[in-house]
């Protein structure tokens, strides 16, 4: 065996990801000609080794126009939702056979709409009934986590139940159900993610609040049409970024939070947990942080059980002091190690104080484990609203600059339960 025999057969046993593979640009040839076969299409050469060597020349003929032909063979070829399952479930083949552990396949459903394939036989549609439908044949075991993505350009909240994603949200939801039937089983849904904060420009707190309502609605119906349960929503509650720590649509998610109507809203995190880069982007770290926030509040309530960040429901006058009555689903901390750097003050504000009373400490009440008491240096005068990890001054650093301490006693690391960000109105209590 000579050195490159001995280095391309470590390469082909080397563990490897396939990322953004077009599946009509990577058929097997013997494939693509009996395709074109049986749709009646004459292809350019008419057997396997010579149809490969008229794809390599076009390939580098060094024009793209004759690099386009093999494209325009191939999507003619594929044509039919059959032809596609085919193509999908051998690009999955060849894959495996060549050591990938993650392979990413891709295709363009409109391009295939002149050939009469409808826009909506998505690639995750066919791709999942492809792999089920051979497994189940070969009585192999199921296990299916179909995930979908759908982004929107809504400038405001009210435009998103009317929208694309909505659209084809529904759509993916019926492909998953006639998946789901191919296999004899029931389609369940684990949970809807919403993610829509700073891209609502309506300026309205409440026109933000009532525009995710109706879009959970929306999503509802959509799922009973299809037989599927009610869903959980889950969401991330936002709290800006760096340089941006207030705004209608952060304060809209406040009013959400309490107000949701009778929908299965859960949030899973506050986003200062979530690390960020200069842009307001999220890293990997950040990324891989909110992932397992999410998934673990999925698990939990799949199982049955409440997943619950701490959430301040009423502040209240205490003599100078201030009471802060929280919803919990265990004992408070205010955590020592200030993994976010919300400051001494743990994250605790006030707005509206007409005397320069201020916040001197914060810490758990001692006969209560689910109430905070801020210590102020006298009693706050005027109309007063407590804040946490909210409209916080422009910062610098790795998280938004809306950020806190406070937290439940669950878990460890990555897996903790944050306290929500909140502004209230500070009342003169009992």
């Known amino acids: 065996?000579?050195?490159?025999?001995?280095?391309?057969?470590?390469?082909?046993?080397?563990?490897?990801?396939?990322?953004?593979?077009?599946?009509?640009?990577?058929?097997?040839?013997?494939?693509?000609?009996?395709?074109?076969?049986?749709?009646?299409?004459?292809?350019?050469?008419?057997?396997?080794?010579?149809l490969a060597a008229w794809f390599d020349a076009n390939a580098h003929a060094g024009s793209l126009e004759k690099y386009l032909e093999g494209f325009a063979l191939?999507?003619?070829?594929?044509?039919?939702?059959?032809?596609?399952?085919?193509?999908?479930?051998?690009?999955a083949e060849d894959a495996q056979a060549d050591g990938a552990l993650l392979a990413e396949f891709r295709i363009a459903p409109l391009l295939f709409e002149t050939h009469g394939v409808s826009g909506e036989a998505t690639v995750e549609a066919l791709l999942a009934d492809a792999l089920l439908a051979r497994r189940a044949a070969a009585r192999q075991s199921l296990p299916l986590m179909f995930v979908r993505v759908e982004t929107d350009t809504a400038a405001e909240a009210s435009a998103l139940a009317t929208g694309t994603a909505t659209h084809n949200l529904d759509q993916a939801l019926q492909n998953l159900v006639a998946a789901a039937k191919r296999l004899?089983?029931?389609?369940?849904?684990?949970?809807?993610?919403?993610?829509?904060?700073?891209?609502?420009?309506?300026?309205?707190?409440?026109?933000y609040r009532d525009g995710m309502i109706a879009l959970m609605e929306r999503i509802t119906r959509g799922m009973a049409r299809a037989g599927l349960a009610r869903p959980h929503f889950l969401a991330a509650f936002d709290c800006g970024t760096q340089t941006v720590t207030q705004g209608p649509a952060l304060d809209g998610?406040?009013?959400?939070?309490?107000?949701?109507?009778?929908?299965?809203?859960?949030?899973?995190?506050?986003?200062y947990a979530f690390e960020i880069d200069d842009t307001g982007r999220l890293t990997d770290p950040g990324r891989t942080a909110k992932a397992t926030l999410l998934a673990e509040a999925v698990l939990a309530v799949q199982a049955g059980d409440r997943w619950l960040c701490p959430t301040i429901q009423l502040a209240e006058r205490a003599a100078r002091d201030i009471r802060l009555i929280c919803e919990a689903a265990g004992p408070l901390v205010l955590d020592s190690d200030d993994p976010y750097a919300a400051g001494p003050l743990a994250g605790f504000g006030l707005e509206g104080v007409t005397n320069g009373a201020r916040i001197t400490e914060a810490e758990i009440d001692k006969t209560d484990p689910k109430m905070v008491i801020l210590r102020c240096s006298k009693r706050p005068e005027g109309a007063v609203f407590v804040t946490y990890a909210h409209a916080a001054a422009a910062g610098t650093g790795p998280f938004p600059a809306n950020r806190g301490a406070l937290r439940d006693d669950y878990g460890t690391g990555v897996l903790r339960r944050w306290a929500l960000p909140a502004r209230l109105l500070l009342t003169d209590g009992r």
């Not at 280095?7 to 013997?30: I, N, Q, W, Y």
């Not at 004899?184 to 609502?200: F, H, I, K, W």
């Not at 309490?258 to 986003?271: C, I, K, R, T, Y």
């Open 74 to 91: 191939t999507v003619e070829a594929m044509s039919s939702v059959v032809a596609m399952e085919r193509v999908a479930f051998e690009a």
């Open 253 to 271: 998610q406040w009013e959400l939070s309490w107000n949701h109507g009778d929908h299965q809203l859960v949030f899973a995190a506050p986003s």
């Open 184 to 207: 004899g089983r029931p389609a369940q849904v684990l949970a809807v993610v919403l993610d829509y904060t700073l891209e609502d420009l309506t300026g309205d707190a409440l026109a």
């Open 1 to 50: 065996m000579t050195d490159s025999d001995a280095l391309l057969t470590r390469a082909r046993a080397l563990p490897k990801v396939l990322l953004h593979e077009h599946l009509d640009g990577g058929l097997r040839v013997a494939t693509l000609l009996a395709l074109l076969r049986e749709r009646g299409l004459e292809p350019p050469q008419h057997d396997v080794p010579a």
